[in-house]
């Protein structure tokens, strides 16, 4: 069964006056919606509460392992909890808890949360369907969550959803979250659970039209300081028109977090699950296309990474990573843009990170999060001339040596493509650099880690760097595609310039050509055969 769309037109019900905080005379929802959001006004999580409590068709259970019942709570606190919870459990025991949910692997996960509202959902519809199903919206909210225990050692954090139907009788829909809590005292951080859990409840059920603004207002009254969302994912009839991508790209942008990840399927990742005590391998790139130089570097930096003593026997995870800014880098976010380099990356099998962390040493840390094993990470000559550039320490006490300090503890390597001579001379006008501009070289020399000259003041700590092995040189690359840069293939693409394809892989200008990414507007027989639309016509989420 479709859901109905606002009309415009609400029944009249007793509801809450936002302004006072108290339980005021009737007036009509509509006239709430215009008080609480047109006017601005940033409704606390008692406000939000109230509201669900008096809004008559909304009923359902909460189920909360971890952290005491804090969202349940605030629905009890605001008033009129009887109008919407059925059932309120928490089933802290193990037993307890694996005889109602059954096993999983971990409490604190996405399976543990998916269990919870399987059974409760099933057990909310089977038993009050028949007596007031008609007139009722159910919902299930369930939380898995581990605050910080007495030794203060261990991951805050935990798994959110509610499973929701928009109309009575309707199919139900489903937003599921991962949070990180980062208040360092377990009451704080009880207290922060229950808002978000308020928000996500309050958002699902008012918001669910405007995703983005849902996604937003999941830090009301907290503020990302407090709370981080790495992962988010709706699903369900109300969603349908929805790329859960771009709904996780949007979580960067409103700064609820600093990094997501994509797998090769186009699926949202957690990335504590996939990075959890693995050696990790990362590419930097625009991938804007994807080109056989930037395949090329990811093989010959992985051969060596595996056979670097620290990482043999180990489960290595490898990641191509766009920084927000690369993304930004011709204004405003092209929603259709960063999907195409998503898409491509994903076509030949690689998983994604999209990250606001523009220096290497806030990316590497973001790993220490989930690992102690190594880091490498793959970069071109160019970008190895980049770390070098002082102007981005500008911020740190310590400067340049502070940001390598921090970029190169506990086992972090960088794994260094070389550059051919002509193209380095570009780069060095293009850029207007001054600190590398002394160097030349005859042609066909290859410039590479061990032969690159940055800033002679720095020339000493470099030396250190390379004797050391914090830096190596990639070996076993193609030297035929030396020349290849993203950049140029972008702009035969555009020009029409059929060149362009023998500097990606054959996958990838199949599918450039097939979706008409990029700019790319001719018509090809793939097009025709597989019925692509122009672009600009089709409907890539909200």
């Known amino acids: 069964m479709k859901s109905k769309r606002w009309t415009g037109q609400w029944p009249k019900r007793s509801v809450p006056n936002f302004a006072s905080d108290r339980l005021a005379v009737p007036f009509t929802a509509q006239e709430t919606i215009l008080t609480g959001m047109n006017a601005k006004e940033l409704l606390t999580a008692t406000q939000k509460a109230r509201r669900i409590n008096v809004d008559a068709p909304i009923y359902g259970t909460f189920a909360e392992i971890g952290a005491g019942q804090e969202v349940a709570r605030e629905f009890f606190h605001a008033g009129g909890a009887s109008g919407t919870i059925a059932k309120s459990i928490s089933a802290y025991d193990m037993v307890f808890s694996d005889a109602i949910y059954g096993k999983s692997p971990r409490y604190v996960s996405r399976e543990r949360l998916n269990l919870m509202l399987d059974h409760e959902y099933e057990l909310l519809v089977e038993r009050l369907s028949g007596i007031r199903g008609v007139r009722t919206n159910f919902f299930v909210f369930a939380d898995t969550v581990a605050t910080s225990n007495h030794q203060g050692g261990n991951e805050a954090h935990g798994w959110l959803g509610i ?23 377990s009451v704080l951080q009880q207290q922060a659970l229950g808002i978000v859990g308020v928000n996500l409840i309050y958002g699902a059920l008012y918001l669910r039209a405007d995703p983005r603004q849902l996604i937003e207002s999941l830090q009301d009254n907290l503020g990302t ?117 998503v898409d491509l990356l994903a076509d030949i099998g ?31 000559i160019n970008n190895l001339l980049e770390i070098f550039n002082e102007k981005y320490y500008e ?36 850029s207007s650099r001054t600190g590398a501009s002394a160097q030349s070289a005859p042609p066909n020399v290859l410039i590479t880690a061990k032969n690159v000259r940055v800033a002679d003041r720095l020339a000493s700590l470099y030396a250190h760097l390379l004797d050391n092995r914090f830096i190596d040189s990639i070996v076993g690359f193609d030297p035929n595609i030396l020349g290849i840069f993203s950049r140029d293939a972008l702009k035969k693409i555009r020009a029409n310039d059929l060149l362009w394809e023998n500097m990606v892989p054959a996958t990838i200008a199949l599918a450039i050509k097939r979706r008409g990414l990029f700019g790319h507007t001719s018509t090809s027989p793939a097009a025709a055969e597989f019925g692509v639309p122009a672009i600009g016509a089709t409907d890539i989420g909200v």
């Open 163 to 185: 499973r929701f139907q928009a109309e009575p009788l309707g199919e139900p829909s489903e937003i599921v979250l991962h949070v990180r809590m980062w208040d360092k005292d």
């Open 225 to 341: 300081d407090r709370i981080e969302v790495d992962m988010l994912r709706f699903s369900g009839h109300c969603f349908e028109t929805i790329d859960n991508r771009l709904m996780a790209l949007h979580l960067v942008e409103c700064k609820l977090t600093n990094a997501v990840m994509f797998g090769p399927q186009g699926e949202v990742l957690q990335p504590s699950e996939i990075l959890h005590k693995k050696a990790i391998l990362v590419e930097r790139g625009s991938f804007r296309p994807v080109t056989h130089v930037n395949v090329d570097m990811i093989a010959c930096a992985t051969a060596q990474f595996v056979q670097e003593s620290p990482v043999k026997g180990k489960e290595v995870v490898v990641l191509m990573e766009i920084t927000m800014n690369n993304l930004l880098a011709e204004g405003a976010l092209d929603a259709r843009d960063f999907l195409s380099r």
């Open 350 to 380: 690689f998983t994604v990170l999209i990250s606001n962390y523009s220096e290497y040493y806030r990316l590497t840390s973001y790993f220490r999060r989930y690992t102690k094993e190594m880091i490498g990470v793959a970069i071109g």
């Open 395 to 430: 911020n740190l006490e310590g400067g340049i040596l502070e940001s390598f300090g921090r970029l190169f503890r506990n086992a972090v390597k960088l794994y260094v493509y070389p550059m051919s001579s002509e193209a380095y001379d570009r780069y060095i006008v293009e």
